[in-house]
């Protein structure tokens, strides 16, 4: 397919991204305005790549035509949290949205991948208004706390490093990386729930 016919098929999904990226990060910003806790810590947006659609496609037998429908997360928003507790918070907030239509959601933060791999993925329906008229798409949001985008980073690392083959020796590290992960985030609730504790005391 011609460049150009992928840049017209890509704009929308730029334009999403572009839109919920602001929109999110909108939110930080009005909470910290008022002082108050921001249940999102960072908004990262990527449109995928035409090599990697291209890959995901043939993989997944998926018709050059069909791949606006199947393909998911050619616009994909990464929300990172503080706490286990705000995944939940922003699964709320963008439930309750009258701008993002939730089509599925995925709970690996209860349900851990075999890999290792925790996030709360949510896929949603969103209207972009182009050139030629209004256009809904899909976008993939994913959901995890710093230490869960912590081990994801390192993991698709090793993905790509050993090109998806990541030896046994190194998977039974991610995997035991993954179970610390688990502790380390319960026992930063723990310091956040004495945080907020504190704080009600001195408001009394
Ligand atoms: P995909 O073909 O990847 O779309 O599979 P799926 O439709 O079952 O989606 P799933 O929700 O499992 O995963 C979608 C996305 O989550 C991937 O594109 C990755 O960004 C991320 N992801 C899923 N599993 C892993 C994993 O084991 N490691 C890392 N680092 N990321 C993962
Ligand atoms: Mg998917």
Known sequence: MEIQLWREILNPYDLAVKELTVKFEHLIQEHRQQGLYSPIEQVHGRVKTISSILDKAQKKNIPINEIEEKLEDIAGIRIICQFVEDIQKVVEIIRSRTDMKVIEEKDYV?????????????????????????????????????????????????????????????????SSAADAIIVLDQEMSQVRSEIMDAQNAFQI
């Open 110 to 174: 209860n349900n851990m991948k075999n890999s290792g791999y925790r996030s709360y993925h949510m896929i949603i329906e969103y209207n972009v208004e182009t050139m030629n008229g209004p256009k809904c798409i899909h976008a993939e949001i994913q959901i995890r706390t710093l230490a869960m985008n912590f081990w994801a980073t390192i993991e698709h690392s090793l993905q790509y490093k050993y090109k998806k083959n990541i030896p046994d020796h190194i998977r039974e590290k991610l």
